[in-house]
C-alpha cells in the first residue's frame, strides 16, 4: 500500500459546525503533515507529527485541532471556522529521515466555509 | 526567512519540445531538493529529487543542481500536452520538512 488516504474529499461545513479531516497511511511513515492550499498559491505547513507527536505547529489559529491517534491515523478537527478557511487541505507522509525521497501526498479534502 | 523563488509562469511550450523550469532558493545549508508536478485540483505528485550537485535524469526528466549558485532547475525533454501542471519545486528543511516555491505553470501547446 503506497497511499496516503484522506476523508471526506469534499466538505462544505457552516461557521459554526464542529468537523474533522482524516487522513490514513500504512507504509510505516514516521512524520505525517498538515498542509493548507489556496487557489494558485503553493501548498503551506500547518502541522507535523513525528513519531505521533507533535513537533511543529506553523503559528496555526486555535480553530485547528490536529491529533495522531497512532503512527497511521492523522486527525484534523475544526471548529468556529472563517470563509477564508476554505482551501485544499493535504494531508502527506514521510519517512521522516534525512534521506527521504519526499512526501506522498493525499488527494486532499476540497473544504469550503460557508 | 527561507525562499524558494520560481517564475510563476505561464511558461507555454510546443510538443516535442524541451521545457526549462528554474528555481533558487536562499538558504545555502539546504540539501534536499524536490520537483513536484501539480494538475488543477489535484494534489502533487513527486517527479525528482536531488541532492547532489550536477544532472539527475529519470526518463524525459532532468534534475539539476548547482549548490554554489542556490540554483535547481528542471528540464522536460519531448513535451506532451499530458505534461501540462503546475511544477513546483521543494526545499527539504533540516527537520525534514518541505518549503515549497510558487510554481511554476507550464502548457505544452499540440
Avoid at chain 1, 495522531?68 to 521522516?96: I, V
Wanted: glycine share 6%; net charge neutral.
Amino acid at each position: 500500500d503506497t497511499e496516503v488516504t484522506q476523508t471526506p474529499k469534499h466538505l462544505v461545513m457552516g461557521m459554526t459546525n464542529k468537523k474533522s479531516l482524516k487522513c490514513e497511511q500504512h507504509m510505516g511513515h514516521r512524520a505525517m503533515y498538515w498542509y493548507k492550499q489556496k487557489a494558485k498559491k503553493p501548498p503551506e505547513l500547518m502541522f507535523v507529527y513525528s513519531y505521533e507527536k507533535l513537533s511543529i505547529n506553523e503559528s496555526v489559529p486555535s480553530r485547528f485541532s490536529p491529533e495522531c491517534p497512532n503512527s497511521s491515523l492523522l486527525n484534523l478537527h475544526l471548529h468556529a471556522l472563517q470563509p477564508e478557511d476554505s482551501a485544499l487541505y493535504l494531508c502527506a507522509s514521510s519517512q521522516g529521515s534525512r534521506e527521504a525521497y519526499g512526501y506522498t501526498f493525499g488527494s486532499g479534502t476540497r473544504l469550503t466555509v460557508v | 526567512q527561507k525562499e524558494v523563488e520560481q517564475n510563476s509562469g505561464p511558461l507555454s511550450v510546443p510538443e516535442g519540445a524541451i521545457a526549462s523550469l528554474n528555481c533558487t532558493y536562499s538558504d545555502r545549508g539546504s540539501q534536499s531538493f524536490f520537483w513536484y508536478r501539480q494538475y488543477s485540483g489535484k494534489s502533487p505528485e513527486l517527479i525528482m529529487f536531488i541532492y547532489s550537485n550536477g544532472d539527475k535524469e529519470d526518463g524525459r526528466f532532468t534534475a539539476q543542481l548547482n549548490k554554489a549558485s542556490q540554483y535547481v532547475s528542471l528540464l522536460i525533454r519531448d513535451s506532451q500536452p499530458s505534461d501540462s501542471a503546475t511544477y513546483l519545486c521543494a526545499e527539504e528543511t533540516g527537520a525534514n520538512n518541505l518549503f515549497f516555491g510558487t510554481g511554476t505553470r507550464l502548457t505544452v501547446i499540440p
